[in-house]
């Protein structure tokens, strides 16, 4: 019985341990936000950021979600209890 406390222990700190590492990866990329940074907001009222993807096309993501709404959708399943 010990044997499962130890291995739940153990599946535990590496779930935290990853939880750590991922937190810092996602601060790391999104960069940080500091006086200088909230000066520009609040004088221009936006910040601009090199931001490497390409702009969204919003004509593409409307048709997408019409095409996504117009399909058909299958009835589901009745299982009896």
Do not use: C, H, K, N
């Amino acid at each position: 019985m010990s044997l499962l406390w130890v291995a739940l222990a153990i599946l535990l700190l590496i779930a935290g341990i990853r939880a750590i590492v991922r937190t810092r990866a996602v601060r790391r990329r999104s960069g940080t936000v500091d006086d200088d940074a909230v000066r520009r907001i609040l004088e221009d009222g936006s910040l601009d950021v090199d931001d490497e993807d390409e702009p969204l096309d919003l004509d593409e993501a409307a048709r997408a979600e019409d095409e996504f709404w117009s399909e058909t959708w299958d009835e589901p399943d009745e299982f009896g209890r």
